[in-house]
């Protein structure tokens, strides 16, 4: 199993990026994704989900109606589509997959943002918004 993340960089204030989670050596569709994030001396804090059975979504509050998730299951890619970025938003963004326990309905709340939750995680990629 691997993940490897991708399209981080700099940006400015108000700028946008996508991020991508290209996923390899397991069967794509059979496992929820979740995005997170870390800055240095704080804990990682869990952003977004999608869980590719049901392509349900769930998004931290401070996120939601700026970054939206999606996912290609033809490519095994996740992306991370970050719009109206602010210096909050800096961080190393690290994917991470799941197979639910129960297939259905696992991107539905802030259980499924929890680290704990996820088995296999990519090594991450820098994001810094710069003002």
């Known amino acids: 199993v691997q993940l490897v993340e991708s399209g981080g960089g700099l940006v400015q204030t108000g700028g946008s990026l996508r991020l991508s989670c290209d996923a390899s050596g397991f069967p794509f569709d059979d496992y929820a994704i979740a995005w997170f994030r870390q800055v240095p001396g704080r804990e990682r804090e869990g952003i977004t989900c999608i869980n590719n059975k049901d392509h349900s979504t769930f998004y931290e509050d401070s996120v939601k109606g700026r970054f939206t998730v999606s996912s290609h299951s033809a490519k095994n890619t996740v992306y991370l589509q970050m719009n109206d970025l602010g210096s909050p938003d800096t961080a190393v963004y690290s994917c991470?997959?799941?197979?639910?326990?129960?297939?259905?309905?696992?991107?539905?709340?802030?259980?499924?943002?929890?680290?704990?939750?996820?088995?296999?995680w990519g090594p991450g990629t820098q994001v810094t918004v710069s003002s």
């Open positions: 991470a997959a799941v197979v639910p326990d129960v297939p259905y309905y696992y991107c539905t709340g802030y259980g499924s943002l929890m680290s704990s939750g996820y088995d296999y």
